[in-house]
């Protein structure tokens, strides 16, 4: 085969054909460029295609290296038989090129992508094809040397190409992370310093040292820019810009997208800016931000609105946000989601790994906010104190004010909040809005809602209570959408949902999931059945045990009484001549009378004996006449 391919006579492919695909190739692009210049609409068909980019740009790219191999070993003479082959792999090289620049300029366009690592790219892809063309051209032409040096050069672009599109999707960083240091500086040609370089220090997304007051970090450095690193920066740095807008600089922030009639962030309105109004719509809604990956989590949009309405400045510190306790526990909160010591289970974050406010505050700060909480207890009349002697953490119960106690009163124990362990707020008037204050109680462990207006809305928010072992639901408006919040707390053991909305099936079904006790009260239901049969079987047992003494009676009598007493049916027999035998039993029916009053059997039987003879005897001729015929009978 191999003889065969080497007397093959080189095919004459037209050189005219190659360069004017070349040059349709460049009308194209010239086409969408002047049909998308004043912006492209998202969605339809073209936008179908353009995203096929993905899969037909790695096309060219084996294309493209499979001919410098070929090139490469076709000047061996074992491999002389390639080079007739190299023409046909130049071609496909070359067609695939032209689509996967044409379908990749098409999606640029259509998602208004731009920056240094997509100019790049874009370059650097256009230049595969103009030199994979020149390398075609030499190839008909049966130029080797020429062929070879089009061939390696479009090989040297394709690895560019690529190494720009990895780093615009990836960005810089991707690629350096694990480099050796000497190779890091020839990777980062071309490309601008990634965020992370370029922040001071203590703003590469972990909160600052400990031994700073939370008081005096500062928001934007120590906490937004790891907010914007995690979720905006990713399409809106200097190496990638989607939709013309720039978010790794304070500057470009506030500067906002080119064009557009929304300002990004309006310093001093939260509700007013662009980037709030974005990442609180509904996640399915076409403008919702981040578009992929996970959303912001509540904590974080909380902080992004106060450093807004506090004039979004770099050098605002958390102190100037505001002395609310509910700002520095959502600080708390971001800073633990972005040291990675936060739950990400929970929705809201987790605050239980990183150092307690309530440690950082000065022990005049501390008094002072007991102090604060005491006198509310003693006016609205609830429970403030220690756990015990030993724990001075507090458990807070408001039994004795539950007709008033709302969450107005719930909110003045935010003072306090992170030293309550126990919460007893049972038939008050508190509902899902006070669930907002519980949440900051981040060391809470047991607590009560039982006969509250709470709803599954206001158990989501006890999301973040990581340390939370008991809840009691009883009579509360919740249902079954309260298993998602149950499963992001990892230390819940038992749960009360007597009364609600809660299918028996479904969390039983999710007790099995997990290692939690849902009591519903149906297991309640089901023993009561039981200990009715016994006391149904206790009165047989004593009705027994009272007729025997009443055939023991007439032992004393006669010592031989309790073997004919078993044998009832052989005594009428025998004693048919006998009429005595016929009032005993006679007796017996009396019997049933004295039950009531067992301890007078000894005297009631004997005086009636005696008596009813004689007073009968002028009254009752007929009831012996009636007993005599009845023998007469038998």
Same mark, same amino acid.
């Given at each position: ?546 007729? @025997? /003494?009443? $055939? %023991? #009676?007439? !032992?004393?009598? *006669? &010592? =031989?009484? +309790? @073997? /004919?007493? $078993? %044998? #009832?049916? !052989?005594?009428? *027999? &025998? =004693?048919? +001549? @006998? /009429? ?11 019997? +049933?009378? /004295? ?40």
């Amino acid at each position: 085969m191999s003889s065969f391919v080497k007397h093959q006579a080189p095919a004459k492919t037209s050189v005219k054909l190659a360069i004017l695909l070349g040059i349709v190739w460049a009308a194209l692009l010239a086409g969408i460029w002047f049909s998308f210049r004043g912006g492209a609409e998202q969605g339809g068909f073209l936008h179908f295609i353009a995203r096929f980019h993905v899969l037909i740009v790695h096309l060219p790219i084996g294309l493209i290296f499979l001919a410098v191999v070929m090139e490469f070993l076709g000047y061996f003479t074992a491999f002389s038989h390639l080079r007739p082959a190299m023409p046909f792999v130049l071609w496909l090289s070359f067609l695939s090129g032209v689509g996967a620049t044409v379908v990749g300029y098409l999606l640029m366009t259509l998602e208004d992508f731009s920056g240094r690592a997509m100019d790049l790219h874009l370059y650097f892809g256009l230049a595969v094809v103009v030199l994979t063309l020149i390398a075609l051209v030499a190839s008909v032409k049966g130029k080797r040397v020429l062929t070879g040096i089009g061939a390696f050069a479009a090989a040297f672009a394709t690895a560019a190409s690529g190494h720009f599109g990895g780093a615009m999707v990836h960005e810089p960083k991707y690629l350096t992370e694990y480099a050796p240091e000497a190779f890091k500086p020839a990777l980062l040609i071309g490309l601008g310093h990634s965020a992370e370089e370029a922040k001071p220090e203590g703003g590469n997304g972990e909160p600052a040292a400990p031994e700073v007051p939370i008081g005096e970090r500062l928001v934007y450095e120590d906490f937004i820019v790891p907010i914007l690193d995690k979720t905006c920066n990713e399409c809106h740095n200097e190496n990638k810009i989607k939709g013309k807008l720039r978010m790794d600089t304070h500057e470009l922030l506030l500067a906002g997208a080119e064009g557009s009639d929304y300002t990004t962030v309006v310093p001093g309105k939260a509700d007013d800016s662009e980037m709030i109004v974005r990442v609180l719509l509904p996640e399915d809604d076409d403008e919702f931000m981040p578009p992929q990956g996970e959303p912001l989590k509540p904590a974080e949009v909380e902080l992004l609105k106060l450093w807004i309405n506090a004039g979004a400045k770099t050098e605002t510190t958390v102190a100037e946000l505001g002395s609310d306790p509910a700002v520095a526990a959502t600080v708390a909160e971001v800073a633990a989601i972005h040291s990675g010591k936060a739950d990400d289970s929970d929705e809201g974050g987790g605050v239980t790994s990183v150092p307690s406010i309530w440690d950082s505050l000065p022990e005049e700060e501390r008094t002072a906010r007991l102090a604060e909480v005491n006198e509310a207890a003693e006016k609205y009349h609830f429970s403030l104190m220690p756990v015990s002697a030993e724990d001075e953490r507090l458990r807070v119960n408001v039994i004795n004010a539950a007709k008033d106690f709302g969450d107005d009163q719930l909110k003045m124990l935010e003072p306090v909040a992170e030293r309550i362990v126990w919460l007893d707020l049972a038939r008050s008037q508190v509902t899902d809005e006070g669930m907002k204050t519980v949440r900051l109680m981040r060391d809470l462990e047991r607590l009560h809602l039982e006969n509250t207006a709470i709803t599954d809305k206001g158990i989501a928010e006890l999301a973040s209570l990581a340390k939370l072992e008991y809840l009691n639901l009883y009579g509360t408006k919740v249902g079954n959408g309260i298993f998602e919040t149950f499963a992001k707390l990892p230390n819940l053991r038992k749960v009360y949902v007597w009364q609600t909305a809660v299918d028996p099936a479904q969390a039983k079904a999710f007790e099995r999931s997990v290692n939690l006790e849902v009591n519903t009260g149906v297991e309640l239901s089901q023993p009561p059945p039981q200990p009715a049969p016994q006391e149904i079987k206790a009165p047989p047992a004593e009705k027994p045990a009272e007729t @025997k /003494p009443a $055939e %023991k #009676k007439p !032992e004393p009598a *006669k &010592a =031989d009484a +309790p @073997k /004919p007493a $078993e %044998k #009832k049916p !052989e005594l009428p *027999k &025998a =004693d048919t +001549p @006998k /009429p005595a035998a016929a009032p005993k039993p006679a007796a017996t029916p009396p019997a +049933p009378s /004295p039950k009531p009053a067992d301890p007078v059997k000894a005297t009631a039987p004997a005086a009636p004996k005696a008596a009813a003879p004689q007073p009968s005897t002028p009254e009752k001729p007929a009831t012996p006449k009636p007993a005599a015929p009845a023998p007469e009978k038998k």
